[in-house]
């Protein structure tokens, strides 16, 4: 019936009027448009649907406000338009985090450790990521002394990986009197005083035609002296006899400084740095000579360097030669062979440090671990017209420092960098401490198929059953746990040894200039390694 209804409503007046049906008149209330609350109850807060968009609009107001910058709201507040992108007004607060990653460490021993003397010293170090501690702590790597440290520090009780760049007693090798009182071939005659002034006196009137200067233990103060004005009576000084015919370039005497590390004493294994050497030529030339002027034939801190000498100037600035290769030049240049001095400098040093090796090896069972120490020395010598050279002194802390000959930076601090890494202070792998490292980072390094030799007679009899014969004792399977230390040592260091030369044990060449039946078992058992491994790797040699 609505349906009905519905269509009978629709109808025209005229239509109903034709059907009978009564209409009703129009009134004008009915003529006026109906008003209904559809439109309005969509934003009306008291309807679910209001509620909703309202929330919408308000959230969607808060985030515009928060997106728009200060300027922007403020230009669109006086109906401009805004001049930058819309990004969040939010300020961010870096927080830097700062980590320090554990380094080896090293201090300084001396009296004046912060000295500019030292300055090459540190640059090193640095640069191997070793950092500077000081002495108030226990949790050292490195102790770099200056002076003699012996005396002062007690060191008896070092951790096996702690390192100290002296050896107990190496003033039996540095000690001036010690040194050129010890009866070398390669060391002028030399007397102490006064207990040898007899001595000398026999030696003064046997060779009238020497001359003599009297030095002082302490410090560089040299001069030619006649036999009146010698004190026979004073206690720190030595009488030496003068080289008065030494070889000469553009009529300048010179001395050579050679820098020597020992690495181990007993087993004794010695090396010079091969990369270069330091020459000092005197400032005054030696004819005429005059033993009144002593710039003439001593070398002082304003000597003549390298750069300054006429004929090999254009060797080390021109071509870029260090001092011993322009050196070696000028010899060649006057008809001589430079490697006769060499092969002496060599033996030199070499005799001597194996003449003072019993009595370092003395002192080092006074320290928990022999392992300890290294030694960096320099020594001088000078070389007379027919190229024969002579052992002067040693130098415990040779001079290092450049402030007063800028060009010796780089020669030191080669030095210094070569020395580092034999003695394994510098590394290649990445370490907190020289405390020893994982097993298998260990292995890495060397192994025990880096040392073992003698393969064929250590597989054979009598080696296969018994470790008493002297050719088996290198076998691995008789190799004490000592021993077997250090062949690896000896090992790294041949693979570290960079410009570093071995000269002890003797290199092949070299072996007839050495007595071995007079050497220690120690130095026995290492000479014969070295041996071993020449015979299978020539770099050995």
Known sequence: MPDKRKEDNNKKPDERARSGEKVRPVSTVDKQPRHTDDSGSFFDLRTKSGQILFMAVTITAVTLVQCLPKESLKSLLRLEYPTQPCKPDVQFVEKKVFSTEPRPTYWIYGRNPTGGHLLHVHNVLQRLGIEQTTNDTNEWDLLWAHDYPF???????????????????????????????????????????????SLFREYATANPGKKFVQKNNQHRHIQIKGMEEIDFNSNDTFIQEFIDDPFLVDGYKFDIGVYTVITSIDPLRVYIYKGDILFRYCPVPYYPFNASNVDKYIVGDDYLPTWEVPSLKQYYEKFGFGMKDSFDAYVRSTGQDPDVIWQQVEDAIRTLILKKEPLLAALLPRYANRKNFFEMMRFDLVVDKHLKVFLMEANMSPNLSSAHFKPNRLLYEQVIYNLFQLVGVGSSIRRDSFRKRA???????????????????????PCMESCAPVECQLCTTCLEENRVADLHRAYREHLNRGDMKRIFPVPKADQHKVDYDILTASNQLMSKWFEEKCKVDHSYC
């Open 439 to 461: 097993t298998e980072a260990e292995a890495m390094v060397s192994s025990v198929k880096n040392i073992a030799v003698s393969a064929n007679q250590c597989s054979e009899l």
């Open 151 to 197: 005396r002062q520090i007690n060191l008896q009780r070092m951790k096996p990986h702690q390192l100290v760049n002296h050896f107990p007693g190496s003033g039996y090798i540095t000690n001036k009197v010690d040194l050129s009182t010890t009866r070398l071939p390669y060391i002028p005659a030399a007397f102490k005083l006064p207990a040898e002034a």
